[in-house]
C-alpha cells in the first residue's frame, strides 16, 4: 500500500467564533480575514511540511485544487506542486487535483502536467477531480447542468492531447480548438497515471471502472463510513469483468499518532475541532446547486460528502440560532470524530492496526494521509507525519505489494536529471 | 417557420405523479426525446409559457384561465416537467430555435402568450427573432436584464425549501411542485424527486450565473403588444425590474405590479392574474 502525504493548506487563524459569525468558510468567505503575513508564513511553513514529508520516506506527497476558501488555500495545485518538483527529488508528486471544467482551454492542464512531469522526470500523478459545488458552480461561476459533461469533454481533451501523436483538431461542445499540439511531452508514457477523486457520485463509479482508472474517496468522514461508497465502486469493477486491484481506488484519512493514545487526544483535539468545525463550516445552499448531480445519483440517494459536511454545518448553526445562550456553536467533539473514524487517533501499534483494517476493508492500495489538519502548528505536524512515517508506514506499507501490481503509480526516468545549481565562486 | 401538426394519436402519460389526471396530458416527440404538454379549457387559444416551477399537474393558475374561457396549451420546455432533458443546447440561441421548435410543434404559433419567469425571457427572445410567433403577451416577471445596484437574486445558492420561499410569496402556493402527493409508491416517490430535480436544473442551465444575455440590444424588435405584470414580494427580480421593462419594451399595453404576489405571482394569486391575462388578451 502507498501511503501519500496530502496537504490541504488551510487558512489556520480564522477567529473562534467564525461558525457563530459567518455563513460560510466558503465562497461568500469575507475577504477581510485573510491576512496576507500569515498567508506569507503559512505556504511557507506547508511547504516546508510537505519537503519534511518527502525527506520522511512517503511514497508521495499530494496537494488538491479549491478556491474562495479558508478550506484550503491551494486555487492552482500546480504551483505547489512546481515548487516541490525540484526541492523533492525522489518523491513522487499526486496532483489530486486539476479541476479541468475551470481551465480554458483544458489543455492548459495537459500542458503543465507534462511540465511537471519534464522537470521531475516522471513522477507525476495527473488527478482530475470534477470539482467541489462550491468551486466550480459559485465561485467560477460554471453551470451545474453542464459541468459534468464540459468535464468529460475536457478530461477527454487531455488524454487525447497526450497521447495522438500528431497536430489535430478538437471540435468539442465546450471548446473548439483548430491545432492540438502539446509541448512539452510527459516523459510518462503514454501519460502520467489519472486518478479520480471523487465524492459520492454513482456515475464516476462507472468512469473509473469502465476506463481503468483510478477511483480516490476523498472523505472527511472515515472508513466506517466510506466503506459503503467504496463498496459501490468494486462492484462496478467486478461488472465489467476486471480484477479488483486495490491500487485502483483511493482513500483518505486524518491521521492522529503519538507516542500514547492519551498525547493522541492532547494533541490533536484543537487542530482537529479546527477542521472539523471551522474548515467545513460551509453554508448548506452551496452545496447541491441543481444539475450538479446525475440524475443517476439523485434516484440512487447518495448525498456527497461536501453535501453531508455542509448539512451538517448549517443544522449545528440553525440550532445555535434556535438556542439560548451565547458563546461558541457546539460543534462535532473530538470525542465523535474519533469514535465515528473521521480521524485514526492512537499510538503506532494502534493507528497501524486501524489504518491495516482501513486498507483491507475497503481493498485499498493508495491512501491519502493528513497527518496535517486544521490549525495544527508546524511542530505537531513534523512530529505527527514522522511518527507515521517511521512507526506506522512500515507496518502497513507490504499490503497489496506481492498479489497485486499498481498500474496507475509513476514510473520516473531512470536516471533523472536533477537539480545542480553551482556554487557562487569568488576570487 | 412552417407549423407542424400535432399527431392525431397523441401518447399520454400515465401513472406518473397523478398530478395530471384532470387535465389532458400528452408528449410529443421532439429531436431525440420529446416534449410534454398539457392543455385544459375551451375557448379562445392562449399559451401559457411555465417559469422555474415548471408545469406541476394541477396548479390553479391554468384552472384559472379556462375559467376565464380559454383553451390553455401549456407546452413544457426541454428539461422542465415531463420533457426530455436539454441535451445538445449549449447557450441562449439554441434554447431560443428549440421553443421556436416547440411553439410550432404543439400548434401554438401565433397564439397569445402568457409567460412566466424563465419562460417569459424565453418568449422575449423569440419575439426579437420571429415576430409571428405570438399575438399579444403577457409577461411576468421575465428574467434578462440585470442593474449590478439593484441585482437579481440568486435562487440556487440556497437549500431547497429557502428556494422554495423565494419562488412564490406564499410557499404553500408551489406544493404541487415541492411536496409529494401522499401514499405515493416509492418508486413514483423517487422519480417525483428525480423529475423535480430535473426541473430544477433546467431552470439553472438557463439562467446561472446571471441571467442577462444582452435582450436590450434587440428588445427593440419586440413590437408585439406587452402587457407587464410582477408580484410585489418578487424575492428573485425585483419590482423594480418592472419599470425597466416598461421603458425598454416598445409597445407596452398595460404594468401591473401584483400584491401579496412572489416571483411566480400566478402561482400566488392564479384568478387575479388569470383575469389580468384576459383582459389584456381579448
Not at chain 1, 179 to 199: D, K, L, T
Not at chain 2, 87 to 92: A, K, M, Q, T, V
Request: net charge negative; aromatic share 10%.
Amino acid at each position: 500500500m502507498k501511503s501519500i502525504f496530502f496537504h490541504l493548506m488551510p487558512y489556520p487563524e480564522l477567529p473562534p467564533d467564525f461558525p457563530d459569525e459567518h455563513r460560510s468558510v466558503w465562497v461568500d468567505i469575507d475577504p477581510a480575514l485573510y491576512d496576507p503575513e500569515v498567508g506569507n508564513r503559512t505556504y511557507n511553513e506547508y511547504l516546508d511540511e510537505l519537503e519534511f514529508a518527502a525527506s520522511c520516506g512517503f511514497d508521495a506527497v499530494g496537494v488538491n485544487e479549491h478556491h474562495s476558501n479558508g478550506y484550503g488555500l491551494m486555487p492552482s495545485p500546480n504551483i505547489i506542486a512546481a515548487a516541490l518538483s525540484r526541492n523533492c527529488p525522489d518523491t513522487n508528486i499526486v496532483v489530486l487535483g486539476d479541476s479541468v471544467a475551470l481551465y480554458n482551454p483544458p489543455l492548459r492542464v495537459a500542458e503543465e502536467i507534462a511540465m511537471l512531469d519534464g522537470i521531475t522526470g516522471g513522477r507525476m500523478v495527473a488527478g482530475f477531480p470534477v470539482g467541489s459545488p462550491m468551486d466550480t458552480i459559485f465561485a467560477y461561476g460554471q453551470n451545474p447542468a453542464t459541468l459534468r459533461e464540459r468535464y468529460h469533454e475536457g478530461v477527454d481533451l487531455i488524454r487525447q492531447a497526450w497521447t495522438r501523436d500528431e497536430v489535430f483538431s478538437f471540435n468539442g461542445k465546450y471548446n473548439k480548438l483548430r491545432y492540438v499540439n502539446v509541448w512539452p511531452r510527459p516523459v510518462q508514457q503514454p501519460h502520467p497515471p489519472i486518478w479520480i477523486p471523487g465524492g459520492g457520485s454513482v456515475d464516476t463509479w462507472d468512469w473509473c471502472a469502465q476506463e481503468d482508472l483510478v477511483y480516490c474517496y476523498l472523505s472527511y468522514f472515515g472508513y466506517k463510513a466510506g466503506l459503503k461508497t467504496m463498496q459501490g465502486f468494486w462492484k462496478k469493477v467486478q461488472e465489467t469483468g476486471k480484477e479488483a486491484n486495490p491500487f485502483q481506488g483511493g482513500f483518505a484519512q486524518f491521521i492522529a499518532v503519538a507516542d500514547t493514545e492519551k498525547e493522541a487526544w492532547d494533541l490533536y483535539r484543537e487542530p482537529a475541532e479546527y477542521f472539523f468545525n471551522t474548515c467545513l463550516h460551509v453554508y448548506a445552499g452551496f452545496a447541491d446547486p441543481p444539475g450538479y448531480k446525475t440524475p443517476n445519483t439523485v434516484r440512487a440517494g447518495v448525498e456527497g460528502m461536501v453535501e453531508r459536511a455542509a448539512r451538517e454545518a448549517t443544522a449545528r448553526a440553525e440550532a445555535k440560532k434556535s438556542s439560548t445562550g451565547g458563546g461558541y456553536p457546539k460543534g462535532l467533539s473530538f470525542e465523535e470524530m474519533v469514535e465515528k473514524g473521521y480521524v485514526i487517533l492512537g499510538n503506532p501499534t494502534q493507528v497501524a492496526e486501524q489504518v491495516h483494517e482501513l486498507a483491507t476493508t475497503m481493498h485499498i492500495g493508495h491512501l491519502m494521509t493528513f497527518c496535517h489538519f486544521g490549525n495544527m502548528n508546524k511542530d505537531l505536524v513534523r512530529y505527527n507525519t514522522e511518527m507515521y512515517a517511521t512507526k506506522v508506514m512500515p507496518e502497513v506499507c507490504d499490503l497489496f505489494e506481492d498479489e497485486y501490481e499498481d498500474l496507475w503509480w509513476p514510473q520516473p526516468l531512470d536516471q533523472p536529471a536533477r537539480r545542480d545549481v553551482p556554487e557562487v565562486s569568488v576570487s | 417557420m412552417a407549423s407542424t401538426s400535432r399527431p392525431t394519436r397523441p401518447s399520454r402519460r400515465t401513472g406518473g405523479i397523478g398530478q395530471l389526471s384532470a387535465y389532458a396530458a400528452e408528449t410529443l416527440p421532439f429531436r431525440e426525446g420529446h416534449l410534454a404538454l398539457v392543455s385544459c379549457g375551451e375557448g379562445s387559444p392562449v399559451t401559457y409559457l411555465h417559469g422555474m416551477l415548471g408545469n406541476p399537474g394541477e396548479h390553479a393558475f391554468l384552472k384559472a384561465l379556462a375559467n376565464n374561457g380559454w383553451r390553455v396549451t401549456a407546452p413544457s420546455l426541454p428539461g422542465f416537467t415531463g420533457s426530455s432533458e436539454p441535451r445538445g443546447l449549449r447557450n441562449l440561441h439554441d434554447w431560443v430555435v428549440a421553443a421556436s421548435e416547440l411553439i410550432d410543434l404543439a400548434g401554438v404559433t401565433g397564439h397569445p402568450v402568457v409567460a412566466s419567469s424563465v419562460g417569459a425571457m424565453i418568449a422575449l427572445e423569440l419575439a426579437t427573432i420571429r415576430p409571428e410567433a405570438f399575438d399579444a403577451m403577457v409577461l411576468i416577471a421575465p428574467f434578462g436584464l440585470w442593474d449590478p445596484q439593484d441585482p437579481v437574486a440568486d435562487p440556487f445558492a440556497t437549500t431547497l425549501s429557502n428556494q422554495r420561499k423565494m419562488l412564490t410569496a406564499d410557499p404553500a402556493a408551489s406544493a404541487s411542485f415541492f411536496d409529494d402527493l401522499e401514499e405515493m409508491p416509492a418508486d413514483l416517490l423517487v422519480e417525483h424527486g428525480v423529475d423535480r430535480y430535473l426541473t430544477r436544473s433546467a431552470s439553472a442551465q438557463l439562467i446561472w450565473p446571471i441571467p442577462e444575455f444582452g435582450i436590450s440590444e434587440r428588445i427593440h424588435l419586440v413590437k408585439n403588444p406587452v402587457t407587464l405584470v410582477h408580484g410585489a414580494k418578487d424575492a428573485i427580480i425585483p419590482a423594480s425590474y418592472l419599470n425597466k421593462w416598461e421603458q425598454i419594451l416598445p409597445n407596452v399595453v398595460g404594468v401591473h405590479c401584483v400584491e401579496e404576489a412572489g416571483h411566480q405571482a400566478e402561482f400566488d394569486r392564479p384568478e387575479d392574474i388569470a383575469a389580468i391575462a384576459t383582459s389584456a388578451l381579448s
